[in-house]
C-alpha cells in the first residue's frame, strides 16, 4: 500500500544521507549523533517496510498481524525499548524458545543470559 512506499522512499533517503554523512569521521560530535539517529530512523523505516510487504498476503487473507515494532520512539526506558517496543517478533520468539525453557523468572540471571548470547549469535549470522 501507499503506507509501505513512503516507509521505503524515507528508509532509502535516511540510508543515503547516513552514508553521506559518515563517509568521513565528523569532527562533531553532534553530527555523529545526529548521523547515527538517521541511520537508526532508516533501519526502523526499512525493517517496517519489509514487514508489510511480506505481511501482505497474510492480511489480504484475512489475518490479523502484529506490527514488528510498538512505536520504540514512544519508549521511557532502554528496558521498555528492547523488551516491549522493538521488534516484538524475536522478543516474543527468544521469550518463548530460550527464556521460558531455561526457568525464566526463577532463574533470571541463567536465562537472561541465554537470551543474550542467543541474540548475539542471531545477529553474528
Given amino acids: 500500500p501507499a503506507r ?6 524515507a528508509a532509502n533517503a535516511l540510508l543515503l544521507e547516513h552514508v553521506a554523512c559518515t563517509r568521513s569521521l565528523p569532527a562533531n560530535p553532534l553530527t555523529a549523533v545526529l548521523a547515527d539517529l538517521t ?3 532508516g ?7 519489509i514487514n508489510d510487504v511480506l505481511m501482505m498476503p497474510q492480511t489480504a487473507q484475512g489475518f490479523e ?3 514488528v515494532f510498538q512505536r520504540p520512539y514512544l519508549a521511557t526506558s532502554l528496558p521498555v525499548f528492547w523488551g516491549k517496543r522493538w521488534n516484538v517478533y524475536i522478543t516474543k ?10 526457568g525464566g523468572h ?6 537472561s543470559a541465554a537470551v543474550f548470547l542467543a541474540s548475539a549469535i542471531f545477529h553474528a549470522y
Avoid at 533501519?43 to 517496510?49: L, N, P, Q
Avoid at 520468539?93 to 531455561?102: D, G, H, N
Fill in 4 to 9: 509501505a512506499g513512503l516507509r521505503m522512499m
Fill in 39 to 41: 541511520l537508526g530512523f
Fill in 43 to 49: 533501519f526502523y523505516s526499512y525493517v517496517g517496510f
Fill in 65 to 67: 498481524i502484529e506490527d
Fill in 93 to 102: 520468539l527468544f521469550k518463548r524458545t530460550v527464556y521460558v525453557p531455561l
Fill in 106 to 111: 526463577c532463574r533470571y540471571v541463567a536465562a
